[in-house]
């Protein structure tokens, strides 16, 4: 079946650069999301892209897509101990009610 | 107030107990959707609706019902808690499945 596949930890230093990889098996994924959750709260989408592009740039997040090896990353500039929480990647189809999420990526900022 | 509200925020209830959980939104998204999150698992989805008449099981729905009374509400049963139902339940909506999902603030329920 359908699979989405993170690391469980990442460690940075306050103002390097963090990238978060996500790998998915379906060839068939529409849309690939980054959500972000922070301690006692649920999920918040932080961006999407559509399986047609390669690159999507949204202020300090820059998401690549590698559609031939089926790759996620999100690269978070100038990480901040805000941005210190668990990353998950997911994946849908179109025209289908599934949403497979990754098992989530704890991201700890160290100051 | 919050666009997906849920409660209670924690639950500790006994084995064998019957317990509800509710969501409600104010987004007007005609889907709705519960989800668990156990650490190291990522969410599993549980029942989803996609309008008040329309309920549909997802990946682990044995031991779960669901009830959509109105749009805006979705509510989570356990008829009978076990101790492995203890884990982060999460009601989502969206207005379509690509345009992603809005959360609510999870309940934590731990069954002993």
């Known amino acids: 079946g359908e699979d989405v596949e993170q690391s469980l930890f990442l460690s940075v230093r306050e103002g390097d650069s963090s990238v978060i990889n996500c790998t998915y098996t379906?060839?068939?994924?529409?849309?690939l999301y980054w959500y972000k959750q922070e301690p006692g709260a649920g999920l918040q989408l932080l961006t999407y892209?559509?399986?047609?592009?390669d690159m999507k740039q949204d202020q300090r997040l820059t998401v690549l897509l590698n559609k031939k090896d089926k790759h996620l990353s999100l690269r978070i500039a100038d990480t901040q101990t805000g941005d210190s929480a668990i990353y998950f990647c997911?994946?849908?189809?179109?025209?289908?009610?599934?949403?497979?999420f990754g098992t989530g990526t704890r991201l700890k900022v160290l100051a | 107030d919050a666009d997906v509200t849920q409660t209670p925020r924690n639950r500790i209830t006994k084995t064998g107990k019957r317990i509800m959980l509710e969501c409600s939104q104010t987004k007007g998204h005609d889907r709705m959707y519960w989800y668990r999150q156990d650490p190291g698992l990522g969410l599993q989805l549980i029942y989803y609706?996609?309008?008040?008449?329309?309920?549909n099981k997802g990946e682990i729905s044995d031991g779960y019902s669901v009830s959509r009374q109105a749009q805006a509400k979705f509510s989570l049963s356990l008829e009978s808690a076990i101790p492995n139902q203890t884990a982060l339940y999460f009601c989502?909506?969206?207005?379509?499945?690509?345009?992603?999902?809005?959360f609510g603030s999870g309940t934590r329920l731990t069954v002993v």
């Open positions: 989502a909506t969206s207005e379509g499945a690509d345009l992603g999902y809005t």
């Open positions: 609706s996609f309008d008040v008449k329309d309920i």
């Open positions: 997911a994946e849908s189809t179109s025209g289908t009610y599934k949403y497979i």
């Open positions: 892209i559509f399986s047609n592009m």
């Open positions: 379906d060839s068939s994924s529409t849309y």
